[in-house]
């Protein structure tokens, strides 16, 4: 799978990158000379191509052994393989843009896929759509839509994922509570958390405080017909962020929320520090796909269903993305390895649910059949019940969604430990959030 010698990149405008990196993590800048459209050349020499994405070990065998798969149907296909964990990753991806350096195929996901495609370092692969030597035919619409920017596909699912709400139902069933059920409204949900807290003696919070969390935020948006952008700007007001911090400023007086301390800790998103698992809350707000790696943090058994709420207010959301270099000497051999990926069955068992399931609705049903661990199955369950329940998927987020998100994040804390009223932090976020978008 390795080779000894990377093949030489086309030349790249220094200055133009570096001028244009005025904000890590996102890369910025252009090619110099004509795009890889117009030279899409493949010589029969032997080729290695870079692959980059982020993840941990189980995602780096089973990356590896599909892309195996792929040089041995094509023998003269070599990869040279790098990958990390999520932090720190697109710092790195910005500084091989510095350099020229940006792999011929790497992951991303909606937080940069608006700002990579208007800076033009993904390949435009609208025309491999078009004629088919990318077949998106067996993609859910709106997940292939979820890929596209301006009505131009600029990259392609790596897997399916849906906003889920994970609780440990091994302490729900010690305490002879119900378990949180799908569709159940945001109050009904609340209530039921502070029951929770109560029947522990308050010792484990019944739910995460998601007033920081944008997908928590965001489905609560839609489920009122509303949305979290239009555009490059907010898509909702004032008065509707007020009301949502409000709404858990009122589950905090009742308790249905661990103390503001600890909710500071479970911010960041990291999976091992999830309330749900370290047994600081009955339920946590997470990714499907997480679940299997959720269950191995803990002892107790978890259960998973969707976000309070209409499950109207999902779509079918992709958990990260294939992008293609816009500088690739290889556009076309990118391409079909962004197919082989998406659409070989072979290629589909191994991948498994690590990153979600199967972007391929034909491809999945054959993984489906070969999944055995407990937690997958409830994996693939969440998104089977779903799958007619959802509706249809927004624009990917625009550029500034990673400092909106921060933004918000600060926000909900700044309301928590009391330094700011929730009106204040309402007009600040507002004012600070539409500042970044219009960067």
């Not at 032997?46 to 052994?65: I, K």
Request: charge should be neutral.
């Amino acid at each position: 799978m390795r080779a000894p010698q990377s093949v030489p990149r086309p030349l790249v405008d220094r200055r133009r990158f570096l001028g244009a990196l005025t904000g890590l993590p996102l890369l910025a800048g252009g090619l110099a000379g004509c795009g890889p459209e117009e030279d899409a050349r493949v010589d029969d020499g032997p080729v290695e191509l870079s692959v980059f994405w982020w993840g941990g070990t189980r995602r780096a065998t089973a990356t590896e052994q599909a892309l195996r798969l792929y040089s041995q149907q094509n023998p003269r296909v070599r990869f040279r393989l790098t990958w990390q964990e999520l932090n720190g990753y697109y710092d790195r991806l910005a500084t091989q843009a510095t350099g020229g350096n940006v792999p011929d195929l790497f992951q991303i996901d909606d937080t940069v896929l608006t700002e990579y495609a208007r800076r033009e370092i993904v390949l435009d692969l609208s025309r491999y759509v078009a004629d088919q030597r990318l077949d998106l035919s067996g993609l859910p619409e709106h997940l292939a839509r979820y890929g596209q920017v301006e009505g131009r596909t600029r990259a392609v699912p790596v897997a399916q994922t849906n906003a889920a709400l994970v609780y440990n139902r091994d302490l729900l069933s010690r305490l002879r509570l119900p378990e949180p059920r799908a569709g159940m409204p945001w109050k009904e949900y609340v209530r039921w958390a502070a029951r929770v807290t109560r029947e522990t003696g308050n010792r484990v919070g019944g739910t995460m405080d998601a007033s920081g969390d944008y997908r928590a935020l965001w489905l609560w948006l839609r489920g009122q017909g509303g949305e979290f952008y239009q555009g490059r700007q907010l898509g909702f007001s004032s008065a509707e962020l007020l009301d949502w911090f409000e709404f858990w400023e009122v589950a905090r007086l009742d308790r249905a929320t661990p103390t503001i301390e600890l909710v500071e800790l479970a911010d960041s998103g990291e999976l091992a520090r999830q309330f749900v698992v370290t047994g600081q809350a009955a339920a946590s707000f997470a990714w499907s796909h997480e679940l299997p790696e959720l269950q191995r943090l803990t002892d107790d058994e978890l259960g998973m269903t969707t976000f309070p709420g209409t499950p109207a207010a999902q779509w079918p959301r992709a958990s990260m993305y294939w992008a293609a270099f816009r500088g690739t000497r290889h556009p076309g051999l990118v391409v079909d390895v962004i197919d082989f990926l998406t659409t070989n069955v072979a290629a589909g068992r191994v991948l498994g649910t690590e990153r979600g399931l199967n972007a391929s609705v034909p491809v999945r049903r054959f993984v489906e059949q070969g999944v055995s661990d407990r937690s997958g199955k409830q994996v693939a369950a969440l998104g089977a019940d779903l799958a007619d329940l959802m509706g249809p998927a927004p624009a990917p987020p625009p550029k500034g969604h990673a400092r909106v998100r921060t933004l918000l994040v600060a926000a909900a804390e700044s309301i928590r430990t009391k330094r700011s009223g929730a009106r204040a932090a309402t007009s600040r976020f507002m004012a600070q959030a539409n500042a970044a978008l219009a960067e």
